[in-house]
């Protein structure tokens, strides 16, 4: 069974860093795609980055550019979201996805059919 677990968020200060942790089970990472999303109280799921290992592209949505980095340890079948820089409307539950293997190397925003707990990041003015 494949599953992914979410973990490293928790309470900062505005400014302060995290590191999320995806940890990936049942499935290697030799050719794979994952990306984080976020849902924020009140609003909709937002994808905020991705990455696929076919030609090793990235993604970011607009609003977490120069501060989010994404990253990968395959030996690990782990992912990273490092978060600088935080600010308090990154508050939200922080999701990892990949991407069902079918149809890799689609873009990394696709076909993303198995889901995480979520781990729950605030950030505090």
């Known amino acids: 069974e494949v599953q992914l677990v979410e973990s490293g968020g928790g309470l900062v200060q505005a400014g302060g860093s995290l590191r999320l942790s995806c940890a990936a089970s049942?499935?290697?990472?030799?050719?794979?795609?994952i990306a984080w999303f976020r849902q924020a109280p009140g609003k909709e799921r937002e994808g905020v980055s991705c990455?696929?290992?076919?030609?090793?592209?990235?993604y970011y949505t607009g609003s977490v550019k120069g501060r989010f980095t994404i990253s990968s340890d395959n030996a690990k079948n782990t992912v990273y979201l490092q978060m600088n820089s935080l600010k308090p409307e990154d508050t939200a539950v922080y999701y990892c996805?990949?991407?069902?293997?079918?149809?890799?190397?689609?873009?990394?925003?696709?076909?993303?059919?198995?889901w995480g707990q979520g781990t729950l990041v605030t950030v505090s003015s």
């Open positions: 996805a990949a991407q069902n293997p079918k149809y890799f190397p689609a873009d990394c925003m696709k076909y993303l059919e198995v």
């Open positions: 990455f696929s290992s076919w030609d090793g592209s990235t």
């Open positions: 049942g499935f290697t990472f030799d050719s794979y795609a």
